[in-house]
């Protein structure tokens, strides 16, 4: 991907509504559910944001991975609400702000090549 205009990859629970945090609901039949999802051999040059991914607090996003990935973008990676996230050799070149930003997320594993060769 190159010269993307928001996020190179999304996983938004939220679907497009501003605020990046909010209080949690109850779980219903029309709760989403994001989980169990893989991103492998990706390569995003120019975004607004590499990888934004944001569940909900009363419904994280659950077991995503995300393996061989390279992103360079304005801002890097940001986990809202998220829990057991895999990045395996994921490189991650933010041009402003951090690489990395969380916030109620737990689980989140980053592995690099040689440490999986190990394991």
């Known amino acids: ?11 938004d629970m939220y679907y497009e509504i501003q605020d990046d945090y909010a209080a949690p ?12 999802i893989a991103i492998t051999d990706t390569c995003c040059l120019g975004a607004r944001q590499g ?10 996003l659950q077991r995503l991975r995300f393996e061989r ?11 809202i609400d998220a ?3 895999l990045f395996r050799d994921v490189k ?3 041009r402003t702000g951090p690489a990395y930003r969380e916030h ?7 592995v690099d090549a040689s440490e999986a060769a190990v394991r």
């Open 92 to 94: 991650i070149i933010a």
């Open 1 to 11: 991907m190159k010269n993307i205009g928001k996020s190179g990859i999304v996983f």
């Open 83 to 85: 829990e057991d996230v």
């Open 104 to 110: 109620n997320s737990r689980g989140i594993r980053f």
């Open 25 to 36: 609901a109850p779980v219903t039949e029309g709760t989403p559910c994001f989980r169990d």
């Open 69 to 79: 990935v390279t992103v360079s973008s304005e801002e890097g990676l940001a986990c």
């Open 51 to 60: 990888i934004f991914l944001r569940g909900l607090p009363e419904r994280a």
